[in-house]
Antibody
Framework: QVQLQESGPGLVKPSETLSLTCVVS?????????WSWVRQSPGKGLEWLGE???????NYNPSLESRLTMSVDTSKKQISLYLTSVTDADTAVYYC?????????????WGQGTMVTVSS | DIQMTQSPSALSVSVGDTVTITCQAS??????VNWYQQKPGKAPKLLIY???SLETGVPSRFSGSGSGTQFTFIISGLQPEDLATYFC?????????FGQGTRLDFK
């Protein structure tokens, strides 16, 4: 069973860039799976941010596309998220998740989530 | 974006109850709807994918049905450990979107 572990700064100042990483352990990242970031805040519920395929493809939520970058480092088994110009609306728990092979956007494995607060 | 309208938003239940949650998609989502369970402080857990397929290891009291714009999720014989919030998700079109959730509470 693959395990995912997110990590990040916890607190980010407004207008700065949020950087998060997700390490894939107990499993491979070089698989036919899409890897997504999802966030959850009390005001907006669950929000899909984007997805990346280890072989290079990426899709972003249009609502965030101008501020969002995702990347993958297969040698480190790590997926990264970068969100620029953050505001308090970006305060949320951020999860990374793996899509099933047979149903690419059904998320069968999730990290435990990392809380990010945007505040000066 | 495809909007997922989930109802009810909250439900008071008892052990043994049959619980029904619905999601209406704003556009045809074919059968690309999934259902998740989330307990406080935990990540969501996939229960049903592609509208009606039971995820490995999930008890058979959980089931799903539907296609197009109308989807239903049922818990047959609610157990105490089923108290949680449940979400639907459409994956037919990007961006992927979720329903607002249904919270189950004991009566």
């Amino acid at each position: 069973q693959v395990q995912l572990q997110e990590s990040g700064p916890g607190l980010v100042k407004p207008s700065e860039t949020l950087s998060l990483t997700c390490v894939v352990s107990s499993g491979s990242i070089r698989t036919n799976n899409w890897w997504s970031w999802v966030r959850q805040s009390p005001g907006k519920g669950l929000e899909w941010l984007g997805e990346i395929y280890p072989h290079g493809s990426v899709n972003y939520n249009p609502s965030l596309e101008s501020r969002l970058t995702m990347s993958v480092d297969t040698s480190k088994k790590q997926i990264s998220l970068y969100l620029t110009s953050v505001t308090d609306a970006d305060t949320a728990v951020y999860y990374c998740a793996r899509g099933k092979t047979v149903s690419p956007n059904a998320f069968d494995s999730w990290g435990q989530g990392t809380m990010v607060t945007v505040s000066s | 974006d495809i909007q997922m309208t989930q109802s009810p938003s909250a439900l008071s239940v008892s052990v043994g109850d049959t619980v029904t949650i619905t999601c209406q998609a704003s556009q045809d989502s074919k059968n690309y709807v999934n259902w998740y369970q989330q307990k406080p402080g935990k990540a969501p857990k996939l229960l049903i994918y592609d509208a009606s397929s039971l995820e490995t290891g999930v008890p058979s009291r959980f089931s799903g049905s539907g296609s197009g714009t109308q989807f239903t999720f049922i818990i047959s014989g609610l157990q105490p450990e089923d108290l949680a919030t449940y979400f639907c998700q459409q994956t037919n079109d990007l961006p992927i979107t979720f329903g607002q959730g249904t919270r189950l509470d004991f009566k």
